[in-house]
């Protein structure tokens, strides 16, 4: 098959064919953006709720982004452990913190200082429930 400039494969035209490529990218944190960055079409295939969830079940491990560790002072540090793109960056998280629970990707922790209060999130997604 021989393709002019400018043009693309018949594969890559079909939605649902291009859907089913993608869900075999890796489970890194870096792929979906990356795809998504492609075209506004791709983009819109990727941040599908049924493709999402989909590209979430697709029997796959998700990678071990990193680890909880506690350092001096008394602070709660996650170190990554993914290599650039996919690293997550490693914020500090107030003193007198602790992590309580971490199952299926979520984390529970609970601030000591200088209310009581408790967090859940999801490190890759960046979003925290206080």
Known sequence: ????????????????????ILLRLPPM???????????KRWQGLVTDHG?????????R?????????HHPADKLKFTPILPAPDRIPPPYLDKG???????????????RE?????CATTPPAA???C
């Open 1 to 20: 098959m021989i393709l002019r400039r400018g043009s693309s494969p018949a594969a890559l035209e079909d939605d649902d064919l291009l859907g089913e």
């Open 29 to 39: 944190p870096s792929s979906l953006p990356r795809a998504s960055a492609v075209s």
């Open 51 to 59: 493709f999402l969830r989909r590209f979430r079940a697709h029997d």
């Open 61 to 69: 491990e998700p990678p071990l982004l990193g680890a909880f560790l």
């Open 97 to 111: 913190a602790r992590l309580l629970s971490c199952r299926h990707g979520h984390f529970l922790i609970i601030h």
């Open 114 to 118: 200088p209310w009581m209060s408790s």
């Open 127 to 129: 979003s925290i429930v």
